[in-house]
């Protein structure tokens, strides 16, 4: 199946502890992107990646990190510097020169 | 950076109604979708469409990029059109980045 998926679905952390979102692509896209949704609340970006190796602050990156060493996987590291990390985070991705955007399932992210 | 609205924010409907959302955005753009976000979070692709008129089954939706909005029409509503509608666009000066509106939450009642 051709897609994005993240993991996990549902994720619990204690405060202080750092924590690492996957998200996985086999579409060929070029472009990912990592959002946070708050409850009631449209989506806001936290990163970006146009190509491997290299990667964008979005509009929400303080307490966050990204690596983009291949172009399927671009994993969202929420560290504990992110004063209220608990939310709902979606991946993204879209091919290269324009174009439809598509999203993974996201990953439900609760601290303790 | 490009601001996104849209309204109404909050929508109750009977099934069997048709209604319309609305997205106004402040600059010019070269890419906008429609998102249904579902009970379980999963954002569902609903329309691709910068400019013009596009339908699909129950739902259409247009975009007059001259004057800076997009309309989503859902016609005969389902209790399955429940869930939060999203407008997002690219453009303007920050081109690489979909801006998401607030979103408008409909509720189908039977």
């Known amino acids: 199946d051709g897609g994005i998926t993240q993991s996990p679905k549902y994720l619990f952390r204690k405060e202080g502890q750092n924590v690492t979102l996957s998200c996985e692509q086999n579409?060929?896209?070029?472009?990912m992107y990592w959002y946070r949704q708050d409850p009631g609340q449209g989506l806001r970006l936290i990163y970006y990646?146009?190509?491997?190796?290299?990667?964008q602050k979005g509009d929400i990156a303080e307490g966050y990190s990204v690596s983009r060493e291949k172009k399927e996987s671009f994993p969202l590291t929420v560290t504990s510097a992110q004063k209220n990390p608990t939310a709902f985070y979606l991946c993204?991705?879209?091919?290269?020169?324009?174009?439809?955007?598509?999203f993974g399932p996201g990953t439900r992210l609760t601290v303790l | 950076g490009i601001q996104v609205e849209q309204s109404p924010p909050d929508l109750i409907l009977q099934e069997g109604a048709n209604s319309t959302l609305r997205c106004n955005f402040s600059?010019?753009?070269?890419?906008l979708q429609w998102f249904h976000q579902n009970p379980w979070g999963q954002l569902i692709n609903l329309f691709y469409?910068?400019?013009g008129t596009k339908q699909n089954g129950r739902l259409s939706a247009t975009t007059v990029a001259t004057e800076r909005y997009s309309l989503l029409y859902i016609s005969s509503s389902q209790t399955t059109d429940s869930g939060v509608y999203f407008c997002a666009v690219r453009g303007g000066a920050a081109g690489n980045k979909l801006t998401f509106g607030g979103g408008t939450r409909v509720l189908v009642k039977p």
């Open positions: 600059d010019s753009v070269n890419n």
């Open positions: 579409l060929n896209h070029d472009a």
């Open positions: 990646s146009q190509i491997v190796n290299d990667f």
């Open positions: 993204a991705s879209r091919a290269s020169g324009g174009g439809e955007q598509f």
């Open positions: 469409i910068p400019s």
